[in-house]
DNA sequence: CGGGGTTTTGAGACCGGTCAAACGCCGTGG
DNA sequence: CCACGGCGTTTGACCGGTCTCAAAACCCCG
């Protein structure tokens, strides 16, 4: 451990798409043991994890560093341990979608085992850093542990039941209820993470709040605007404030 | 095998909430080989598959049943063998959300896993037989088959990937355009199973495939109507003709 | 031949998108 | 220190699509 590696790691790279990129020039800094994750993935029940003795190694991400990992070919996955990123796919050549924005014991790459190829892209909105599991690492502890894959199929199935803003946009909410629900979720992933649940920085740009809630720019700038107007929450810049919880919980089921 | 069981396996059901439910009656028809259900998955590269002994039971749902999972225990997951199912999760008590129709090979329960919990309920449109898995036999197998974990979450990443009508939702599209996803999704699908893709019935009535695209049921009746005058389909109440396959693949593009 | 549920059609209102322009923040360079 | 320029943000006016509500047509089934 403790080495330098470069981090589009899949080896041959031939699929790679032609697009101007900056690969995340990335480190390994640290590691992290088999427990450490488990922890991060919040995998609780799985006994003798202490004594497994594996260990993952770590990769850095600048602020504005991207994980381009579309196209690469897929044999690791990747857990948030520290940072904010945004993940994003592309549809039309040039119009791409925002996916989610990954924090601590966000889990990503698992989009890319089924095609062996990756099917989006990371981008760093802070430093990051992440842990590297890799799938042969993955096989081998699956091994030795019995509960693992139980595990994983938990963790994946949270983060499918998990996106609510997602969720949101299927049942047809409107534009308040989606921005209700997209600020609710942020706090609470926020308080998970040891940060307050009341005041925190939004790290992506209304731009991205837009693309990722499946509305105009200007929409989300005006729903900000009416919900502080409303007193339910202080918005300065990307720094929100956040007066009434409940209110904005109730607020995420108005219809259209 | 050709046992008979009641369906919410879960035993202890102190959490059902109440409602009022019917469950689908169900009984064990024949069993599925470990090989079975890798080849209904679409799990290729797991070698001594065949060699394995484990078999699966199966259970049969007939049209209009359903598996009232919302609150059981989960214990089992379920792979769809025949027949055509919705499912739905409620939101608001009384307005729920359709989440997908899923057919052959797809799979069911995913969600309840981390929380031991199911999340959503199914319902036949149609007589289904679906294979059990208990979560206790994977885990078992898991240990007999190193590959099997990796195979799980190819199989789960590749339900996360696929659902392009959501993904359409997200990215704002227009009605046409979602319409437009919808029937080819489907197209495909049942080409993939072994029907015609040309020529095949929608199971679900419009008001389900209106909420599952997230808009009015008069909305998609129109757009459907749009289709056919414009010569792409062919509409007969649920039969669906497709005409010009390659125009509703390009429309599914079109921004609102 | 009813009766209920599904599908279809029509008219009007409202939300949210689009376009255009001004504003504020901030790093750069004179 | 201040002017400049780029980028993200904000505001306003207008337009179109989609929802809503209401009612009619249709189908399946008894």
Redesign the pocket.
């Known amino acids: 451990m403790h080495s330098t590696f470069p981090i589009p790691l899949g080896g041959h790279t031939a699929f790679t798409p032609p697009l101007p990129r900056q690969h995340g020039v990335t480190h390994a800094a640290s590691s992290s043991s088999f427990a450490n994750v488990c922890e991060l993935l919040r995998i609780c029940d799985l006994p003798d994890c202490e004594q497994e003795p594996h260990r993952f190694r770590h990769a850095l991400l600048h602020s504005g560093q991207s994980l381009h990992l579309i196209g690469q070919q897929c044999d690791q996955l990747f857990v948030v341990k520290t940072g904010f990123l945004k993940t994003t796919q592309m549809g039309e050549p040039g119009k791409q979608q925002v996916f989610s924005f990954p924090m601590r014991g966000d889990m990503l790459g698992i989009d890319g085992i089924a095609s062996g190829r990756h099917t989006l892209e990371a981008v760093a909105l802070s430093d990051c850093e992440l842990v590297l599991i890799p799938l042969d690492d993955l096989t081998l502890l699956g091994r030795r542990h019995p509960g693992l894959q139980l595990a994983m199929c938990s963790v994946m199935g949270r983060n499918l039941a998990r996106a609510p803003v997602l969720i949101g946009a299927r049942a ?1 909410l ?3 209820a989606r921005v209700a629900r997209f600020l609710t979720y942020q706090a609470e992933r926020h308080a998970a993470c040891g940060f307050s649940g009341n005041t925190f920085t939004l790290r992506m ?3 991205d709040i837009a693309n990722y809630l ?6 989300v ?2 729903t ?2 009416m919900l502080e107007g409303e007193g339910l929450i202080a ?1 300065n ?2 720094l929100i404030r956040i007066h009434d919880a409940a209110a904005l919980r109730n607020l995420q089921r108005d ?2």
């Open positions: 047809g409107g534009t308040r740009q209304r731009e499946c509305m105009a720019t200007e929409t700038i005006r900000l605007g918005v810049r990307r219809r259209r």
